[in-house]
């Protein structure tokens, strides 16, 4: 375990301790899991947020209490009270403790890959927003794909183009801000964690769906929801001042970064050309004029 958090996470400093599964539920494997994360002090906003979500769940709880002190002991309760105050939650709730240094800031991306890294299902839903922003009830059930017949049971399940969930009427890049996406646990694509803290949800996450659609030459499903609670929270802008040294040094690290990823996919296409060249001239073409912006850019 700890290999995997020094592979996956840039937490700073190093979490004292990851406690995988203390709760475990029983998932169907053709499910898909919503990845969270919470603070130990927004713990029960898990509730009402599964009884809109029937799915599995794995969420993952920071808290900075020493291990196996009596802070410990009393969180532990509090996560056992869960399931009764929820029974589904015995079969659907996958819960995980990172314990982290005092003073330790906030780093969404990382947090978000090791909820999923914990996923119990192939097929992932990663949202971005805090426990406050309920899903819509018909969401789990419209996301579920036909059920593969028993005689296709064994055979290794294609890759799906991702999915982003968005509440407005984009359908490319920049979508509406914490839109969550659906995508394989083991998809390839993580979330950055490059950009230091302090920084906020919707901010760190924005990266991280500017991968997804690059790396996928924009083939990415979008797909229209209605049904949010407190769905105010999701998309009310949370940036810093513009004018601010943080804002403007960040405005920096982002343009950096998306010339980076844009000089390197077109690398990737140039090195791993396919049988199918009109689709490589297409995705070329699509990457010069997503990528122009970026590319060019001198920012302030």
Same mark, same amino acid.
């Given at each position: 375990? =700890?290999?995997?958090?020094?592979?996956?996470?840039?937490?700073?400093? *190093?979490?004292?301790?990851?406690?995988?599964?203390?709760?475990?539920?029983?998932?169907?494997?053709?499910?898909? !899991?919503?990845?969270?994360?919470?603070?130990?002090?927004?713990?029960?906003?898990?509730?009402?947020?599964?009884?809109?979500?029937?799915? *599995?769940?794995s969420?993952l709880?920071?808290?900075?209490? =020493?291990?196996?002190s009596?802070? +410990?002991?009393?969180?532990?309760?509090?996560?056992?009270?869960?399931?009764?105050?929820?029974?589904?939650l015995?079969? !659907?709730?996958? &819960? +995980?403790l990172? +314990?982290l240094?005092p003073?330790t800031?906030?780093?969404? %991306?990382?947090?978000?890959?090791l909820?999923?890294?914990?996923?119990p299902? *192939?097929r992932?839903?990663?949202?971005?927003a805090?426990?406050?922003?309920? *899903?819509?009830r018909a969401l789990?059930?419209?996301?579920?794909?036909?059920?593969?017949?028993?005689?296709l049971?064994?055979?290794?399940?294609?890759?799906?183009s991702?999915?982003?969930? !968005?509440?407005?009427g984009?359908?490319?890049?920049?979508? #509406?801000? &914490?839109?969550?996406?659906? &995508?394989?646990?083991?998809d390839?694509?993580? $979330?950055?964690?490059?950009?230091?803290?302090?920084?906020?949800?919707a901010?760190?996450w924005?990266? $991280?769906?500017?991968?997804?659609?690059l790396?996928?030459?924009g083939?990415?499903?979008?797909?229209q929801t209605?049904?949010?609670? +407190?769905?105010?929270?999701?998309?009310?802008?949370t940036?810093?001042?513009?004018?601010?040294?943080?804002a403007?040094?960040?405005?920096? &690290?982002?343009?950096k970064?998306?010339?980076?990823?844009?000089?390197?996919?077109?690398?990737?296409?140039?090195?791993?050309?396919s049988?199918?060249? #009109?689709?490589?001239?297409?995705?070329?073409?699509?990457?010069?004029?997503? $990528?122009? #912006?970026?590319? %060019?850019?001198?920012?302030?």
């Amino acid at each position: 375990m =700890d290999h995997l958090l020094s592979k996956l996470t840039s937490i700073y400093p *190093p979490p004292r301790a990851l406690d995988a599964y203390v709760l475990k539920g029983h998932s169907d494997l053709k499910g898909v !899991t919503a990845c969270l994360w919470a603070t130990d002090q927004d713990l029960n906003l898990v509730l009402p947020w599964a009884s809109r979500w029937t799915g *599995p769940i794995s969420l993952l709880v920071t808290t900075t209490v =020493d291990p196996s002190s009596p802070e +410990h002991e009393a969180l532990l309760y509090r996560v056992s009270t869960l399931q009764t105050k929820n029974p589904l939650l015995n079969i !659907t709730l996958s &819960l +995980h403790l990172v +314990h982290l240094a005092p003073r330790t800031p906030d780093n969404p %991306n990382a947090f978000l890959n090791l909820a999923r890294l914990l996923a119990p299902t *192939p097929r992932v839903a990663l949202f971005p927003a805090n426990l406050s922003t309920l *899903p819509p009830r018909a969401l789990y059930a419209g996301l579920l794909a036909p059920a593969a017949s028993s005689a296709l049971a064994v055979e290794p399940e294609p890759r799906r183009s991702p999915v982003v969930l !968005t509440s407005r009427g984009q359908t490319g890049f920049p979508f #509406a801000p &914490l839109a969550p996406a659906v &995508l394989g646990r083991d998809d390839p694509l993580w $979330c950055t964690e490059r950009f230091f803290p302090p920084t906020t949800r919707a901010a760190d996450w924005e990266e $991280c769906v500017w991968q997804l659609w690059l790396e996928n030459f924009g083939d990415v499903e979008v797909r229209q929801t209605r049904g949010w609670l +407190h769905e105010a929270l999701a998309t009310s802008p949370t940036s810093p001042a513009v004018d601010s040294s943080p804002a403007k040094l960040r405005r920096r &690290l982002v343009a950096k970064f998306r010339s980076e990823t844009c000089v390197l996919a077109t690398r990737q296409l140039a090195a791993l050309r396919s049988a199918d060249k #009109a689709m490589d001239a297409k995705k070329a073409r699509w990457l010069k004029r997503v $990528c122009r #912006a970026w590319t %060019n850019s001198n920012p302030a």
